[in-house]
């Protein structure tokens, strides 16, 4: 048996994932409280422009050779040695793995080298959303590598439900929902209204990785129809173009929208408070999330939303309480939620955006998500953070 750590200073925690993007914008708060106690934190992922901005803040970062749209298995066991490997090296004492690819082959890897882990499942993607042989190959991997860690976490009750139905988990008994990533409340504090002059423009805004999957098809066609009955309703995109995912849209895709009038492309920020507080509305018709961060941090600013009736949003938005609800692929039920967010008063809107805040505050407060990363690292290693 291991000899259990005595304090956060001899501890070395990992986290992986298929964007060091992802953990700098989801995990800052965890990242943080490991670090003021003394924790090793390592990051593996791809680089990207976050890479160094987890190093100010005291992460030791390694790039990851992952190729997140490829189903080439040369790939993926490449992704397995390398992080085996890194493992093997670096001894953590728990890793914690975000994303399909990071779940299953770095699932797999912590085993060999004899290391606990933690699946976190961020989302299930195109593996729930389509019916490829892809997608099926991917619930095989799922099945076969989540006999490994130690705990299985899911964000929302959908997603737990869809793996145990399918009989995706050998041990079921390691499952625990999470309920959301969380959100920190004092940084997305409420934000008042934007000021306009008069009625001659509302602001909508989807802010996300530019995926078809996130529904930005079914926004754009949505636009082009409101613009019509409502010429000052604007809509804009905010977030990174070209990613590495096979739902990604290219920039000419981008650049056709805007030079047709119907989406403003606002490029990509460190920052979104800025652009949920000048936005009178945060849409999000994705066909399936986890627990969505741009949801939550709008509704922390209380900024009201409309967001598909799909796993993962409904998390978030209550129908006519702090937003409004869609069908999911549908431009005509998406289209008619903005109108009615249109139509609404201002202070409907601002009733909206306040219980939303209410909303985010009582249930996905990031301390109390990191209070239950306290909890697993002290049931695997004895130390208390």
């Not at 924790?39 to 005291?58: C, F, H, K, N, S």
């Not at 994705?286 to 900024?303: C, D, F, I």
Request: net charge positive; proline share 5%.
């Amino acid at each position: 048996m291991k000899p259990r750590i005595e304090r956060p200073a001899d501890l070395r925690v990992i986290l992986v994932c298929n964007t060091s993007f992802a953990i700098y914008t989801y995990r800052q708060g965890l990242i943080r409280m490991l670090i003021a106690r003394g924790v090793e934190v390592t990051v593996i992922a791809p680089r990207d422009r976050t890479t160094d901005l987890l190093a100010q803040m005291g992460c030791r970062c390694i790039e990851l050779a992952l190729a997140s749209k490829s189903t080439n298995p040369l790939d993926d066991l490449r992704t397995l040695w390398q992080l085996n490997r890194l493992y093997r090296s670096i001894r953590p004492h728990v890793v914690f793995h975000y994303t399909i690819k990071p779940n299953i082959y770095g699932s797999v890897a912590a085993r060999l080298a004899g290391v606990p882990s933690v699946a976190v499942t961020t989302g299930l993607g195109y593996v729930f959303i389509q019916t490829s042989r892809a997608a099926q190959v991917a619930k095989r991997l799922y099945r076969f590598a989540f006999r490994f860690p130690r705990e299985i976490w899911f964000l929302n009750r959908d997603d737990e439900a869809a793996f145990v139905e399918q009989n995706l988990l050998v041990h079921p008994e390691r499952a625990r929902l999470l309920h959301g990533e969380g959100v920190d409340l004092a940084q997305f504090a409420p934000a008042p209204p934007p000021e306009r002059s008069s009625r001659a423009e509302f602001v909508f805004v989807l802010i996300g990785r530019l995926l078809w999957d996130k529904g930005i098809g079914e926004y754009v066609e949505a636009a082009r129809r409101l613009r019509v009955r409502y010429p000052f309703a604007r809509f804009q995109l905010l977030g990174p173009l070209n990613v590495d995912n096979p739902s990604a849209l290219t920039r000419a895709d981008v650049d056709a929208w805007q030079q047709e009038g119907v989406v403003e492309y606002l490029g990509e920020a460190h920052d979104v408070r800025p652009v949920i507080a000048a936005a009178d509305c945060v849409v999000l018709p994705s066909y399936r999330e986890g627990v969505p961060r741009t949801l939550l941090e709008a509704a922390a600013m209380e900024r009201p939303v409309v967001a598909t009736d799909v796993p993962g949003c409904r998390e978030v938005v209550e129908h006519g309480v702090n937003g409004l609800l869609c069908e999911v692929r549908s431009v005509e039920s998406l289209a008619a939620q903005c109108a009615r967010m249109l139509d609404m008063s201002d202070a409907e809107r601002r009733a909206m955006g306040q219980r939303g805040r209410h909303k985010v505050a009582s249930e996905f407060d990031e301390r109390l998500v990191i209070e239950r990363y306290k909890d697993v690292l002290n049931n695997l290693t004895g130390v208390s953070l």
